[in-house]
């Protein structure tokens, strides 16, 4: 296996840095440590490039908040400065993650996303009968740094690079040594990188027909029940020997019966919203459209939030369901 070296300069580069700057500034350029940062950026990108080029830099200053949609999860933000390094070190390292990424890995790739797992995951049900739909427990809470450490240690050669990595991978912990936060970028491509290796076990190991993973969601075909139950349980306990994981579901089911998936229910012939997905459809309609009323939105705010729940749900045989939906909310009262 050839790793990679001579990565940091080119993290380092003033260009790149400043390409990082404008990455992270998207969408963020209010916030006040955003506007700090700006008003002082060619200092900032030299401390930051001089930082970068030693090793020495700030991590782990995060700032914690929780979400409840679609479930509840608490959200690690970085300090912006350190939100530009990561978008330095992914500018550059991008490729070299998604070398190692199979085709039919979903999550966090550019030309892939939900959308792209859905019809994948269509065409398997539609080819094969039988399916083993598989995901992890607490996954980004459970990830073991050293593994992922040893892992990153077999593409990477540049020792700086590799120093950087540990440091912000061992600024953050569930429990001892465990745990990366949600929300970071890195987080995002470390992740999607620790279950690469399930991946390729499942392609070239196991020579399993048909397979999707959207990050911790995983799902396997075939066409002999007693065959994809083999395969399947040699993936289990591959997962859980060699990345030390633990399966929150893990089942068999014909895919004539349905496989819940990434907020749908996925049949040969058709998907539906699935109940969790359905509330949340409702829900957001009806609060998006007190907002307008309320005047707390104007209509580029609402059309921002709408068009992507809009075009969620139209993923999904839902044409009643909005019409209802649409025909309530124009009701008065």
């Known amino acids: 296996m050839k790793r990679t070296g001579n990565l940091i300069c080119r993290i380092a580069d003033p260009d790149n840095l400043r390409s990082a700057f404008?990455?992270?500034?998207?969408?963020?350029?209010?916030?006040p440590n955003v506007k700090a940062f700006s008003n002082d950026l060619d200092n900032q990108l030299l401390q930051l490039r001089n930082g970068i080029l030693s090793g020495h830099v700030s991590v782990g200053n995060y700032s914690f908040f929780t979400i409840h949609d679609p479930k509840k999860r608490m959200i690690c933000a970085a300090d912006f400065s350190e939100r530009v390094l990561h978008h330095a070190i992914?500018?550059?390292?991008?490729?070299?993650?998604e070398k190692y990424q199979i085709y039919h890995s979903y999550a966090s790739r550019k030309g892939k996303g939900t959308y792209a797992a859905i019809e994948q995951a269509k065409r398997n049900q539609r080819q094969y009968p039988c399916y083993i739909k598989m995901d992890i427990r607490k996954y980004f809470d459970s990830i073991d740094h050293s593994v992922l450490l040893a892992m990153l240690q077999q593409r990477i050669k540049d020792k700086v690079l590799l120093d950087i990595f540990r440091?912000?991978?061992?600024?953050?912990?569930?429990?001892?040594?465990?745990?990366?936060?949600?929300?970071?970028?890195t987080s995002q491509y470390f992740a999607n990188h620790y279950l690469g290796k399930a991946?390729?076990?499942?392609?070239?190991?196991l020579q399993v027909p048909a397979y999707v993973r959207y990050m911790d969601d995983?799902?396997?075909?075939?066409?002999?029940?007693?065959?994809?139950?083999e395969k399947g349980e040699a993936f289990r306990d591959f997962i859980i020997r060699e990345l030390d994981l633990a399966f929150k579901t893990s089942y068999m089911n014909k895919t004539s019966r349905g496989l819940?998936?990434?907020?749908?229910?996925i049949y040969p012939e058709k998907i539906l919203l699935n109940g969790r997905s359905k509330k949340r459809?409702?829900?957001?309609?009806?609060?998006?459209?007190?907002?307008?009323?309320?005047?707390?939105?104007n209509q580029k705010d609402y059309q921002t939030h709408i068009l992507p729940l809009l075009a969620f749900a139209?993923?999904?045989n839902t044409f009643g369901l909005r019409k209802t939906v649409i025909k309530k909310m124009d009701q008065p009262g």
């Open 22 to 31: 404008w990455k992270a500034k998207k969408r963020k350029a209010d916030k």
């Open 90 to 97: 992914m500018n550059v390292c991008h490729s070299i993650f």
């Open 167 to 185: 440091k912000i991978i061992n600024s953050y912990s569930i429990q001892p040594a465990k745990g990366l936060p949600i929300g970071s970028l």
């Open 199 to 205: 991946d390729h076990y499942a392609k070239e190991k």
């Open 218 to 229: 995983m799902v396997l075909w075939g066409d002999n029940k007693k065959q994809l139950n």
């Open 260 to 265: 819940p998936f990434c907020g749908y229910t």
């Open 281 to 297: 459809f409702i829900k957001k309609m009806k609060t998006y459209q007190k907002k307008v009323e309320l005047n707390l939105w």
């Open 314 to 316: 139209k993923k999904a």
